[in-house]
């Protein structure tokens, strides 16, 4: 049975670094979701996101083919995004990275056996210094946006939804980036 591995954890945890490090040294084919916003500067379709249009999401809605959907309605109109159905039949493992919402919905239209949650945790002094650190290098710093981010994970990732999960591993993500992604590797090839 193929899995969808699915890389959890609140901000600063290091999501993001280990999911370019496993595409780089496993044969992992990523889950690019979906937006009906427009296209940044310097993106590309098919990379960061599927930019598709509201009648192509309409179609794939009517197809059954959402598994879950976010809507946020910002000052340019409703933006979409969203994960569609996953083509399993290449013959691989698919890796993204979520939230436990998603990791709900996920769950609910796969079953427990296919989706595997890996958990990144780190100490939560530490993982406000890396997001303050992070967002003080960029051009125009926004803390108070660290701080919601902050406060939002503390409600999104409760202990008793987290402890729910019938295939999840924790990973403790004070340890290197190495020993981080070794050990996702190790938890991924348990699975073949």
């Known amino acids: 049975m193929k899995r969808l591995f699915c890389l959890i954890g609140k901000s600063g945890a290091g999501k993001d670094t280990v999911f370019g490090e496993l595409l780089k040294r496993t044969s992992l084919i990523p889950v ?8 940044r500067s310097g993106e590309t379709d098919g990379k960061e ?19 879950e959907k976010r809507t946020y309605h ?13 083509d399993f039949s290449l013959g691989e493992h698919h890796v993204m ?4 919402e998603v990791v709900k919905k996920l769950v609910k239209y796969y079953d427990d056996d296919m989706v595997v949650i890996i958990y990144l945790e780190l100490d939560d002094r530490k993982r406000l210094e890396r997001c303050i650190n992070r967002e003080s290098e960029q051009k125009k ?10 406060l939002a994970d503390e409600e999104d990732f409760s202990e008793s939804e987290i402890s729910s999960y019938k295939n999840l591993f924790r990973i403790n993500s004070e340890r290197s980036n190495e020993e981080n992604v070794a050990e996702c590797v190790k938890i991924i090839k348990s699975f073949k």
């Open 141 to 150: 710093p926004n803390y108070s946006e660290v701080c919601r981010r902050y």
């Open 32 to 39: 690019v979701t979906y937006t009906t916003r427009p296209m």
């Open 97 to 100: 990275i979520g939230t436990p």
């Open 74 to 86: 910002t000052v340019h109109g409703d933006w979409n995004y969203f994960t569609c159905d996953i």
């Open 49 to 67: 996101y599927h930019f598709v249009t509201d009648e192509v999401l309409k179609k794939l809605e009517s197809d059954n083919k959402i598994i």
